[in-house]
Every structure is written in C-alpha cells, then in structure tokens.
C-alpha cells in the first residue's frame, strides 16, 4: 500500500472543531484550495474528511458530522472529476 502525504489536516481539523462551523469551513476552503492541485495531499484532505465525519457521528455531534459530510462531497466530486490516471489509481487505492 502506498503511503499518504504527510500532512497536519487532522490536527488543523481537531483545532476548527473546538471554535466551529465557520472556522471548520475556513479550514477546509483554505486547505482546498491550497492542495487540490496535489493528487497526494487532496487524497490525505478527503481521507481526513471521512475520518472526521465518522468521529463526530460517534460522539452524537449530527451538526459537525453533516458539515464534514458535506465538506468531503465536494472534495471527493472534485478528486472523482480532475483526478486521472494514476493520481486517480492512487486516489482509489488509499481511500478504497
């Protein structure tokens, strides 16, 4: 299996959490756009989503697990629709 980019999404996402939705929205508008040209790091950005909204559903946070629900939709239609070849090979072997 290959290893994901290294990244601080998880860590910048716990920290969006703790003062909301809108600094969890600006966390994700200031990661997308930054990496979505970086088939490695947008793969580890929609991972960190999925893994996000499973934790808030755990915890009974319905709001925040919507959010990131919603949040990874939009990464993910993006990834599905520019990624090709084998970025998109890639994308689908990390997040498969």
Do not use: C, P
Not at 19 to 32: E, L, P, Q, S, V
Not at 35 to 61: F, G, P, Q
Request: charged share 30%; no cysteine.
């Amino acid at each position: 299996m290959n290893e994901m980019a290294e990244n601080t999404f998880f860590m910048d996402f716990t920290i969006a959490d703790v003062f909301g939705a809108n600094a969890i929205k600006d966390t994700y508008k200031r990661a997308f756009n930054e990496w979505k040209s970086d088939y490695k790091m947008l793969t580890a950005l929609v991972v960190t989503l999925n893994h996000k909204i499973w934790e808030h559903y755990e915890h009974h946070n319905d709001d925040f697990a919507k959010l990131y629900d919603s949040l990874w939709r939009q990464a993910e239609d993006y990834a599905l629709t520019n990624l090709k070849g084998d970025e998109l090979k890639y994308y689908y072997e990390i997040t498969d």
